[in-house]
Nanobody, 122 residues
Framework: QVHLVESGGGLVQAGGSLRLSCAAS????????MAWYRQAPGKQRELVAA???????NYADSVKGRFTISRDNAKKTVFLQIDSLKPEDTAVYYC????????????????WGQGTQVTVSS
């Protein structure tokens, strides 16, 4: 059993900042790629940022320069620092992790968190 628990969302004014966290727990052998997605009302879920276990990062063009993804491998936690927030950043933010469990060491499975709401007021 694997769980991803997100925290850090909230209501913030445009131009403000938030820091999202997502911690993985359970029967984990290794955590590979970790990523943040978001889904705005009426829109499809989109990739925001991703980070490999070695620290290589990738960002959506819409967030480059404003969002920073990082991770603490020892704590199996991924972070998303969001600066210069815009109203169009309003969405539910989801954590995703590609995990190898102790019960199935030959497979990498994808797990999702429950989502955390980010609302940016203008």
């Amino acid at each position: 059993q694997v769980h991803l628990v997100e925290s850090g969302g909230g209501l913030v004014q445009a131009g403000g900042s938030l820091r999202l966290s997502c911690a993985a727990s359970g029967s984990i052998a290794s955590v590979n790629l970790m990523a943040w997605y978001r889904q705005a009302p009426g829109k499809q879920r989109e990739l925001v940022a991703a980070i490999t276990s070695g620290g290589r990062t990738n960002y959506a063009d819409s967030v480059k320069g404003r969002f920073t993804i990082s991770r603490d491998n020892a704590k199996k936690t991924v972070f998303l620092q969001i600066d210069s927030l815009k109203p169009e950043d309003t969405a539910v933010y989801y954590c995703n992790a590609r995990i190898t469990t102790t019960q199935a060491t030959g497979f990498i499975q994808s797990y999702w968190g429950q989502g955390t709401q980010v609302t940016v007021s203008s």
